[in-house]
Nanobody
Framework: QVQLVESGGGLVQAGGSLRLSCAASGRTFRSYAMGWFRQAPGKEREFVAAINWSGGPTYYADSVKGRFTISRDNAKNTMYLQMNSLKPEDTAVYYC?????????????????WGQGTQVTVSS
């Protein structure tokens, strides 16, 4: 079993920044690809970013390219999402996810474990 816990969400003004963290349990974190997804009210959960087992390559949704950066520290069993130049349309619950293979995925069905989510609200 793998447990994932997100933190770092909050309220920020448009143009500001937030850094999300995802802490994972177990010694298998090193071999898992990881991803971030988000879900806004009334919308489907969507892919944001992913990172393979070694820390590269990375992949981003078109909507966040150039603004968000995904990274991981395997020694600390932790993944991060640095979010800059935030926009009101970035408002959503952000979820950490893990899959039991090393290569990245962009679909919800490709991930095996999920955190409870952390709220990000961007005001105008």
């Amino acid at each position: 079993q793998v447990q994932l816990v997100e933190s770092g969400g909050g309220l920020v003004q448009a143009g500001g920044s937030l850094r999300l963290s995802c802490a994972a349990s177990g010694r298998t974190f090193r071999s898992y690809a990881m991803g971030w997804f988000r879900q806004a009210p009334g919308k489907e959960r969507e892919f944001v970013a992913a990172i393979n087992w070694s820390g590269g390559p990375t992949y981003y949704a078109d909507s966040v390219k150039g603004r968000f950066t995904i990274s991981r520290d395997n020694a600390k069993n932790t993944m991060y999402l640095q979010m800059n130049s935030l926009k009101p349309e970035d408002t959503a619950v952000y979820y950490c996810a893990a899959r039991s293979v090393g290569s990245v995925g962009t679909a919800i069905g490709e991930y095996d474990y999920w955190g409870q989510g952390t709220q990000v609200t961007v005001s105008s």
